[in-house]
C-alpha cells in the first residue's frame, strides 16, 4: 500500500520562508518520480513542482524563482521549500507520487496522493 505523508505546514506572515516534507512508502521510491500540488478555497489544484528520479526538476510558472523541490533517496522523503511566500500561495499543499520515473504536471497522472498540509500566508 502506497502511502504518503505530509509535514510540515503551518501559518506565516507574507515574506516568510516555509519547507514542507513529504515521506512515502509502499513503492520503488528512487525510481518515482514525487510532486506537489496545491489547492487554495474555490478554486482547482494547481501544479506546484515535480521531482524526476535523478533529482531534476521543474516548476509551475507562479512559484517559479520562489519555490524549490528536492529529493533524499536515503529517507524516501521529498522537501519543498518555500520562499517570498504571498498570501495567494495559501492552500492545502499535496505531496503526489506515480509509478514513472519522469513527473508530469497533470493531476491525472498521479495515482498517489497524501491527505495534504495546509500553508497559511498572511499580510
Known amino acids: 500500500q502506497v502511502q504518503l505523508a505530509e509535514s510540515g505546514g503551518g501559518s506565516v506572515q507574507a515574506g516568510d520562508s516555509l519547507t514542507v516534507s513529504c515521506v512515502v512508502s509502499?513503492?520503488?521510491?528512487?525510481?518515482?518520480?514525487i510532486g506537489w500540488f496545491r489547492q487554495a478555497p474555490g478554486k482547482e489544484r494547481e501544479f506546484v513542482v515535480a521531482?524526476?528520479?535523478?533529482?531534476?526538476?521543474y516548476t509551475g510558472d507562479s512559484v517559479k524563482g520562489r519555490f524549490t523541490a528536492s529529493r533524499d533517496n536515503s529517507k524516501n522523503t521529498v522537501s519543498l521549500q518555500m520562499n517570498s511566500l504571498k498570501p495567494e500561495d495559501t492552500a492545502v499543499y499535496y505531496c503526489?507520487?506515480?509509478?514513472?520515473?519522469?513527473?508530469?504536471?497533470?493531476?491525472?497522472?498521479?495515482?498517489?496522493w497524501g491527505q495534504g498540509t495546509q500553508v497559511t500566508v498572511s499580510l
Open positions: 503526489v507520487a506515480r509509478d514513472h520515473p519522469y513527473g508530469s504536471k497533470s493531476v491525472a497522472d498521479y495515482p498517489y
Open positions: 509502499g513503492l520503488s521510491f528512487s525510481s518515482s518520480a
Open positions: 521531482v524526476n528520479w535523478s533529482g531534476t526538476t
